[in-house]
């Protein structure tokens, strides 16, 4: 199976020429007031080569931010930046869609203006956050109002439409990883007894689903779940409950694809690759000691268990052709974590392409 990573798939109306995804990493290199910059361009660009990109969390409102850093996609001086961007990836033959985030009560008063932090209910997630090396107190949220739900709804559906007019094949819901979306799916930070608490957490989820794809089409819509993650204090008693509830929507069931990410419920992905509509993409994890071929073995094996494309993250940080390399069984290189987060260049657009290295094709 793995000679079917290079071969094409498509989720919805988007067209990918080869199942191998560039999963969503935030990387904070947007300029001090999030606007996306000609730095991210670059690096989004050297890695066309990828079947999709997603980008790392962009929010749809200035409140829903969480960390310095992080790009946003609200004005039309971010649609004209973010259309360079994508205006690049699409030059090299690239696919690329924005994923978009509201932190929720994982966001911080200090980087999103000193806005109150909103959240389902007044969870605090941790006593203490790091920003930019500093530790700093986190604030507790306040429980929103369903008033301040609808405009939230309104911001994605609002911001999904900014990411067409500046030429994102799509729009991928952040509905993992601890933060609103998933917030609100959790038991342990939506404490509601109203429409949206107890038997009714996902509505908040496919709220959001429907309007985005109202906006954009929802061929052009996909979301990520993290069912059992742990983060932000997030807990899931019931998410045996919850996400068949969700994944049996007829608004999700519509979406061009669901992706999830290793360390999820596994009876959730059970659920997702015996009862899926539209297309699932996996990131199962990796360990930065396989070689090429053995990753792309094991990236196969993840097609023949049901999957539709798989993605990677970390590798692709390091490896900007990771695509070509696993093609050839080109070596990879590892990626330096201290430069992941903040800064310029370095650790983000200076990693050496193998195909410049050796004469081969060379998709950058």
Same mark, same amino acid.
Request: neutral net charge; glycine residues 12%.
């Given at each position: 199976?793995?000679?079917?990573?290079?071969?094409? /798939? %498509?989720?919805?109306?988007?067209?990918?020429?080869?199942?191998?995804?560039?999963?969503?990493?935030?990387?904070?290199?947007?300029?001090?007031?999030? #606007?996306?910059?000609?730095?991210?361009? #670059? $690096?989004?660009?050297?890695?066309?080569?990828?079947?999709?990109?997603?980008?790392?969390?962009?929010?749809?409102?200035?409140?829903?931010?969480?960390?310095?850093?992080?790009?946003?996609?609200?004005?039309?001086?971010?649609?004209?930046? @973010?259309?360079?961007? #994508?205006?690049?990836?699409?030059?090299?033959?690239?696919?690329?869609?924005?994923?978009?985030?509201?932190?929720?009560?994982?966001?911080?008063?200090?980087?999103?203006?000193?806005?109150?932090? *909103?959240?389902?209910?007044?969870?605090?997630? %941790?006593?203490?956050?790091?920003?930019?090396?500093?530790?700093?107190?986190?604030?507790?949220?306040?429980?929103? #109002?369903?008033?301040?739900?609808?405009?939230?709804?309104?911001?994605?559906?609002?911001?999904?439409?900014?990411?067409?007019?500046?030429?994102?094949?799509?729009?991928?819901?952040?509905?993992?990883?601890?933060? *609103?979306?998933?917030?609100? *799916?959790?038991?342990?930070?939506? *404490?509601?007894?109203?429409? $949206?608490?107890?038997?009714?957490?996902?509505?908040?989820?496919?709220?959001?689903?429907?309007?985005?794809?109202?906006?954009?089409?929802?061929?052009?819509?996909?979301? %990520?779940?993290?069912?059992?993650?742990?983060?932000?204090?997030?807990?899931?008693?019931?998410?045996?409950?919850?996400?068949?509830?969700?994944?049996?929507?007829?608004?999700?069931?519509?979406?061009?694809?669901?992706?999830?990410?290793?360390?999820?419920?596994?009876? /959730?992905?059970?659920?997702?690759?015996?009862?899926?509509?539209?297309?699932?993409?996996?990131?199962?994890?990796?360990?930065?000691? @396989?070689?090429?071929?053995?990753?792309?073995?094991?990236?196969?094996?993840?097609?023949?268990?049901?999957?539709?494309?798989?993605?990677?993250?970390?590798?692709?940080?390091?490896?900007?052709?990771?695509?070509?390399?696993?093609?050839?069984?080109?070596?990879?290189?590892?990626?330096?974590?201290?430069?992941?987060?903040?800064?310029?260049?370095?650790?983000?657009?200076?990693?050496?392409? @193998?195909?410049?290295?050796?004469?081969?094709?060379?998709?950058?």
């Amino acid at each position: 199976m793995s000679a079917e990573l290079f071969s094409p /798939v %498509r989720f919805g109306a988007i067209d990918a020429a080869n199942r191998i995804v560039m999963s969503p990493m935030g990387r904070r290199r947007a300029d001090a007031d999030g #606007t996306p910059n000609d730095l991210m361009r #670059t $690096y989004y660009a050297q890695r066309s080569s990828a079947g999709l990109i997603v980008t790392g969390s962009v929010h749809p409102s200035l409140r829903g931010k969480g960390q310095p850093g992080s790009p946003h996609l609200i004005t039309a001086r971010d649609v004209a930046a @973010w259309a360079r961007i #994508t205006r690049a990836v699409h030059e090299r033959g690239g696919r690329i869609v924005v994923q978009l985030m509201h932190a929720g009560l994982a966001a911080h008063p200090s980087v999103n203006g000193f806005r109150t932090c *909103l959240a389902p209910s007044a969870v605090v997630p %941790r006593d203490t956050a790091v920003l930019d090396g500093r530790t700093v107190e986190q604030p507790v949220p306040r429980a929103m #109002t369903t008033g301040e739900i609808d405009g939230v709804v309104e911001e994605f559906a609002r911001a999904a439409a900014l990411a067409v007019r500046a030429g994102f094949d799509g729009v991928e819901i952040h509905g993992g990883n601890g933060y *609103l979306v998933h917030q609100f *799916l959790a038991s342990g930070t939506n *404490l509601r007894d109203d429409e $949206y608490g107890g038997d009714h957490r996902i509505r908040f989820a496919v709220r959001v689903v429907e309007a985005v794809s109202a906006a954009i089409g929802h061929t052009r819509t996909g979301l %990520r779940i993290s069912p059992g993650f742990s983060a932000n204090r997030l807990t899931e008693a019931t998410a045996a409950e919850v996400y068949p509830a969700l994944l049996g929507h007829p608004s999700v069931r519509r979406l061009a694809y669901v992706h999830t990410i290793t360390g999820s419920d596994p009876a /959730v992905l059970d659920l997702l690759r015996a009862h899926r509509s539209g297309g699932w993409i996996h990131n199962m994890g990796t360990d930065l000691s @396989w070689s090429a071929g053995e990753l792309r073995d094991r990236l196969g094996g993840q097609l023949a268990a049901g999957a539709d494309a798989v993605a990677l993250g970390r590798l692709f940080v390091s490896n900007p052709d990771l695509a070509e390399r696993l093609e050839h069984g080109a070596p990879l290189t590892a990626p330096d974590p201290s430069r992941f987060y903040g800064g310029d260049g370095s650790g983000y657009t200076d990693y050496v392409p @193998w195909s410049a290295r050796t004469g081969g094709p060379i998709h950058v």
